[in-house]
């Protein structure tokens, strides 16, 4: 059991768990060719995107190896560490009959339920995508940051997509004068004639 810990490089002592999900011994040789991949591991930070990533990670993966519905659950609990291995413990979520729709139902409704909790009682917490526009703008130079900000941009893609067009208009720009200026010196001659 400790050798199966260290191979993800942590102890169940340390991350405060009641015990790690048992393997199955005819599952073992998938798990190994499963982890040769470099999974995520899955923490449960608050973000249900975040989930959605990991999970999708997860399938494609899955697809590769062509796991089972049981080897799923098996391989997906055994990648939970921190707050989500706890929960998945304390829940008792492990059952023969799990498979890999439902465990990936309950990881999801877990997850958007504690960031509605965050969100309602820590709202300054939760980094919405207009806040993250926001804080973007910011760290923008001048130049560009005096053009995008009149637009109110809601969204991090639409300030980063503005501030792509902004910089390359400011490149073209740059390029045209320049070549100005030496259509101009080259016309004068060094001597200024």
């Not at 062509?66 to 609990?77: D, L, N, T, Y």
């Not at 492990?94 to 997850?111: C, D, I, V, Y």
């Amino acid at each position: 059991m400790a050798e199966k810990n260290q191979t993800r490089g942590e102890t169940s002592e340390y991350r405060g768990e009641t015990e790690d999900p048992v393997i199955p011994v005819e599952n073992v040789a998938i798990v190994k060719q499963f982890l040769k991949l470099k999974p995520p591991t899955f923490s449960g930070e608050m973000d249900p995107v975040k989930a959605n990533e990991w999970l999708l990670e997860m399938e494609k993966n899955f697809r590769l190896l062509r796991c089972g519905e049981q080897q799923k659950v098996e391989i997906g609990s055994y990648l939970l560490t921190g707050a989500t291995s706890r929960w998945w413990n304390l829940k008792g979520v492990r059952e023969p009959s799990m498979n890999w729709a439902r465990f990936k139902g309950s990881l999801l409704q877990n997850t958007r339920q504690h960031s509605q909790n965050l969100a309602e009682y820590a709202p300054h917490l939760v980094a919405t995508d207009e806040m993250r526009a926001r804080r973007f703008e910011d760290g923008l130079r001048y130049e560009i940051k005096r053009v995008i900000r009149p637009l109110v941009l809601p969204t991090y893609a639409d300030v980063l997509d503005r501030a792509i067009i902004v910089e390359q208009d400011e490149m073209e720009e740059r390029k045209y004068f320049d070549s100005k200026k030496r259509q101009n010196f080259n016309n004068e001659g060094p001597s200024g004639q």
